[in-house]
């Protein structure tokens, strides 16, 4: 792919991700037509060309080039939300509301969350930014909840939501997620629940994700530093959509991430997911990620580790591989980066999956299916590749960054 990216059209594409136009607005539906929102890629690109300056570090990572050079970025948070890139990109999360400030570590009540904590934050109904004043340990009493137009902001401490169960974001929309460490999450439930300020409920057993994604749309999760949950690192079930996870660092885990909640669930056919500039590292066995049914752009990401696989899917998802880097772990039986589940090759042959620039180690090799016609991977296409040559610039930084007033972020 490196034939593809000139040093003209390279700027244009930083420009574009970081210039992004207004979100969507609250009543968005949770699903889109996968061709409406390439169309709508297009066009901001093009409009994008006509745009002058931008700020850059020079990385190649498109996010960070957006934002992390700023040393001011205490001030200037909610510049992030103007940064995301892929289908999750009109995720503003609460960027148009204010900022919060978690000083309280405790989960002692679910229903009636105190003031302070994040329970009570992620709940209330206006648009909120939330940020923590200082280092803290969150471990939940059960799922936390979220409301719609919410940004967890973890830069300028070290917060850990651990040994409990983690995020849930259940039919809602405009989401952020950013510098969190996420492990050791457990299962939940069978509990009262508040999930907004005038509703609490029942909740049954949890999966023990460490981010469940259930019917929600407009989600970014961002340099986020996951491992060891019970279930998924990250999971998107049950028509979700429009998601970017970005910049991610996960580790010790089995089941990485599921996009699609089951072969007969057919409301998945929809969904689009951006998986870019990750790195998937030591401890992982498979799942990265593995998917059904929708449109999938898994670009430019560090695949460092796997056990049996690193790409798998079922019901006919389409998977665009770009840029990428896969090295083979040292068993001659696991060096296939893909695996086509649930179906014969007769059936799976016509999947469209395809490599584009992928950078294949220690015999690492990418099984091909379909046709490739360029009308479905165009729904499946969702920012420019770098080249592989590039990753190790691109996903250096990938986790929880180090975020210190008056410096960059490292």
Not at 70 to 85: F, G, P
Request: hydrophobic share 35%.
């Amino acid at each position: 792919m490196a034939s593809a990216f000139s040093s003209v059209t390279f700027p244009f594409l930083l420009l574009f991700f970081c210039t992004l136009l207004p979100s969507l607005i609250a009543s968005s539906p949770a699903v889109q037509d996968p061709e409406l929102v390439v169309q709508e890629v297009h066009r901001r690109l093009n409009d994008s060309r006509r745009k002058l300056g931008f700020l850059s570090c020079n990385t190649g990572n498109p996010i960070d080039d957006c934002w992390s050079c700023d040393s001011n970025w205490e001030q200037n948070r909610q510049k992030l939300a103007d940064c995301a890139i892929g289908f999750g990109k009109n995720a503003i999360g609460g960027r148009d509301g204010k900022i919060y400030v978690v000083t309280d570590s405790s989960d002692d009540d679910v229903v009636n969350p105190k003031p302070g904590t994040l329970r009570y934050a992620v709940i209330q109904e206006e648009p909120l930014w939330i940020i923590f004043a200082r280092d803290m340990v969150i471990k939940l009493k059960e799922e936390l909840i979220m409301n719609s137009f919410k940004t967890i902001d973890g830069r300028g401490a070290s917060v850990h939501i651990a040994d409990g169960p983690c995020i849930t974001i259940q039919y809602v929309t405009n989401i952020i997620i950013h510098g969190i460490n996420i492990h050791d999450c457990k299962q939940g439930g069978n509990a009262m629940v508040r999930s907004s300020t005038t509703h609490y409920g029942w909740r049954t057993i949890s999966d023990g994700d460490g981010v469940s994604i259930f019917g929600g749309s407009h989600v970014w999760v961002d340099h986020c530093s996951l491992s060891n949950c019970k279930d998924g690192l990250i999971d998107a079930i049950h028509g979700s959509t429009a998601i970017t996870l970005s910049n991610n660092y996960l580790t010790h885990h089995d089941k990485v991430m599921l996009m699609g909640h089951s072969d007969s669930y057919t409301e998945d056919k929809n969904m689009q997911v951006t998986i870019a500039f990750n790195h998937f590292g030591e401890g992982l066995v498979q799942r990265m990620p593995r998917c059904r049914h929708g449109y999938f752009h898994v670009v430019n990401n560090d695949y460092t580790h796997w056990e049996m696989y690193a790409i798998g899917g079922s019901a006919a998802p389409t998977i665009n591989s770009q840029g990428n880097r896969f090295l083979a772990p040292d068993d001659r039986f696991n060096k296939e980066v893909t695996k086509h589940e649930d179906a014969p090759e007769s059936e799976w042959k016509n999947w469209n999956w395809r490599t584009e620039g992928d950078l294949m180690l220690n015999g690492a090799f990418f099984t091909t299916s379909g046709a490739g016609a360029s009308s479905n991977y165009a729904k499946a296409s969702s920012l420019g590749a770098r080249p592989s040559s590039m990753i190790s610039s691109i996903t250096g930084r990938a986790g929880a960054l180090s975020c210190r007033k008056g410096s960059r972020c490292s």
